[in-house]
């Protein structure tokens, strides 16, 4: 076994939360650091480790990931609003394939496998083939289908729907719901930052002891049961007895919290770490370094293709944005749509906090007025301006210009984390 694999098998072997360094595990298994940074390279790629700016190195635990990219024979009946004429007990199957039955039955067969969907028109024979292997059907424009292929369904244990709309039609509505799911499992969520570190955590029966806190707030338990947040700066005050008077307001986070929510909530409680608790258990931690260091790098790519042609024309000053108004960008009636409005907005205020030294932030609320319509083809410059800083919000305010000339302006209230 060489030394990459004696490092990656002892990493393997920490209990979950444990730190490490390149240094540490040089010293421990008496290798070079660039063989010890290269195996710790290779553990946070194969997720055993997790890396967090100006925190450490720790030992995760892979999670298993909840999908929520699947779609079941349940979900087509209901965005379809069609009728079930058999096998509701098996509506809750995972479908793998969807076709459309627009085929003659001996070309359709080579697509089949099991646990597809097949939408067809009332052509029993291709209703058959389908069932016989191991494929549900929906049948469309309002027709029913025999008491042969209802029977043989039951026997497949397969749902057989019927709707009133065309295979088109159809088609179209379950291509947007798989689209909609799909795009959920991009979705950064709590679960997926958080990691388990003991230091930040306070058993309830060590209360009263000497405890040396590693932040400004902690997380205290009983076993493995959440009890609440506390001040650090009130440890050496609380007992087991008195505990209950310093617990802080619960703002606590579940796996499935999202990104946006964790901004939200860590801005406005000045937080530098947030428990994750389900059903009452606790489960880790997320710093607020994971979930604002994706902010400055974002650049609006979101993997839409809007983004993407925005990020590639858009020109960036210190606090100014120029950009010509192009066909995508614009509503059915050729002029600047507001969601694009919005993402030049996001953009340069990204920029201008960044100028600022304000890379923690949330936007809050905003109030946009449009004097003027812009139109395609237009050149238009936005400028942003910090208006009034505060120890938790800032006013910061863009003015969309023609030439010269004021079309829109929109005030944004952010809140932001007070890194002094």
Not at 181 to 188: C, F, P, T
Not at 198 to 215: A, F, R, S, V
Not at 395 to 418: C, D, P, W
Request: charged residues 25%; contains cysteine; aromatic residues 8%.
């Amino acid at each position: 076994m060489s030394k990459h694999e004696d490092i990656l098998k002892y990493i393997r072997g920490l209990r979950e939360g444990s730190s490490l360094s390149v240094r540490q595990i040089s010293g421990f298994m008496g290798v070079s650091l660039g063989t010890s940074y290269r195996a710790i390279k290779q553990a946070e790629q194969d997720g055993l480790v997790k890396t967090i700016e100006r925190v450490g190195t720790f030992r995760i635990v892979q999670r298993e990931v909840k999908s929520h990219g699947k779609i079941m024979f349940r979900e087509v009946n209901r965005v379809i609003q069609g009728t079930v004429l058999t096998g509701d007990n098996y509506l809750d199957k995972e479908i793998s394939r969807i076709l459309i039955g627009a085929m003659q039955t001996e070309d359709l067969v080579k697509y089949l496998e099991p646990s597809g969907l097949l939408i067809v028109g009332n052509r029993e024979r291709s209703q058959r083939k389908a069932l016989e292997n191991g494929v549900g059907l929906l049948i469309t424009g309002g027709f029913g289908t025999g008491e042969e292929i209802l029977k043989l369904a039951e026997e497949k244990q397969l749902p057989v729907i019927s709707t009133t709309h065309d295979t088109f039609t159809c088609a179209s509505i379950i291509h947007r719901e798989v689209y909609s799911l799909s795009l959920s499992q991009n979705i950064v969520t709590a679960g997926s930052l958080m990691v388990k570190q003991g230091q930040y955590t306070i058993d309830i029966n060590e209360l009263g002891t000497e405890i040396h806190p590693e932040d400004k707030n902690m997380i205290l338990l009983d076993g493995n049961r959440f009890v609440g947040a506390i001040r650090s700066k009130f440890l050496k005050e609380m007992t087991k007895e008195n505990y209950t008077t310093y617990l802080l307001p619960d703002y606590s986070a579940e796996e499935d919290t999202t990104l946006l929510s964790l901004r939200q909530i860590m801005s406005w409680h000045q937080l530098n770490i947030i428990p994750v608790v389900e059903s009452g258990d606790y489960r880790g931690i997320v710093h607020r370094r994971e979930v604002f260091k994706n902010i400055s790098s974002r650049n609006l790519k979101s993997g839409m293709s809007t983004d993407q042609l925005i990020d590639r024309e858009i020109k960036i000053d210190s606090n100014k944005i120029n950009i010509r108004v192009m066909p995508f960008m614009a509503d059915e009636f050729g002029s600047l749509s507001q969601a694009n409005f919005m993402r030049l907005a996001e953009r340069l205020i990204l920029v201008v906090l960044q100028e600022n030294d304000i890379h923690s932030y949330h936007i809050d609320t905003y109030n946009i007025m449009n004097f003027k319509i812009v139109q395609l083809y237009q050149e238009i410059e936005l400028s942003g301006e910090i208006i009034d800083r505060g120890e938790q919000f800032i006013r910061l305010e863009i003015v969309l210009n023609v030439q010269g000339t004021a079309y829109s302006k929109a005030t944004f209230m952010i809140q932001h984390f007070n890194e002094k």
